[in-house]
């Protein structure tokens, strides 16, 4: 990691918007991606109990995916017609897999619904990352293809090569360097993975 870049970014973003994600005109960038209200709204559909309904919590996937501004639109109806396509026991694997997503054994749940996206070429970073981003927004982080290139390229992130293709190694360990990075700056900065990501792409431009 390149600390000084990271510190000559954090002092030209402050310099610009001085209360970091709290500033006004911040305020107004970030209401039209809705992230508190997506926030609560996963955290009350995907609870550890919430998952005693598998087909439930798939409806429920289909619908926060479709309501997130972070996936592209030509993804979200692709993504409804996959779990309209599964048959009941596919769809109740991918809930098994979201659980361990979140709650259980991570990589097992990520790899298991990797593959059912793959049944169907939607093995997309976007929709392997954003809900887990939603219900655990300062643990998680969404991989965003161009953010995540630009931030491994500005910051020299070693050992870290991306790839369209998701995999769990690349997951962890771009994860890993987030939540690194975040100690180093502004705690205005860090209210959650995305306002820090949001950070780092403004400050390539």
Avoid at 184 to 205: C, E
Wanted: proline letters at 5%; one cysteine or more.
């Amino acid at each position: 990691m390149n600390s000084e870049k990271l510190k000559a970014a954090e002092a030209q973003f402050l310099q610009l918007y001085p209360l970091g994600f709290d500033d006004p005109e911040m305020q107004k960038i970030g209401k039209k991606h809705r992230m508190p209200q997506m926030i609560e709204q996963c955290q009350d559909l995907f609870t550890e109990l919430a998952f005693n309904k598998p087909h439930v919590v798939v409806e429920n996937m289909v619908k926060m995916i479709s309501r997130s501004s972070m996936v592209s639109m030509f993804e979200k109806p692709k993504f409804r017609d996959f779990v309209k396509s599964l048959s009941g026991g596919d769809k109740d694997r991918l809930s098994e897999g979201f659980f361990e997503q979140l709650y259980g054994n991570q990589q097992q749940g990520f790899e298991q619904i990797l593959d059912l996206l793959r049944t169907q070429k939607l093995a997309k970073w976007s929709l392997i990352s954003i809900l887990p981003n939603y219900v655990f927004p300062c643990k998680e982080v969404f991989v965003k293809p161009t953010t995540a290139k630009g931030i491994i390229a500005f910051l020299e992130l070693e050992g870290l090569v991306y790839k369209p293709q998701p995999t769990w190694d690349f997951y962890q360990r771009y994860k890993e360097k987030i939540l690194q990075m975040k100690q180093h700056v502004d705690p205005t900065l860090t209210s959650s993975n995305v306002a820090f990501s949001g950070f780092l792409m403004m400050s390539m431009r």
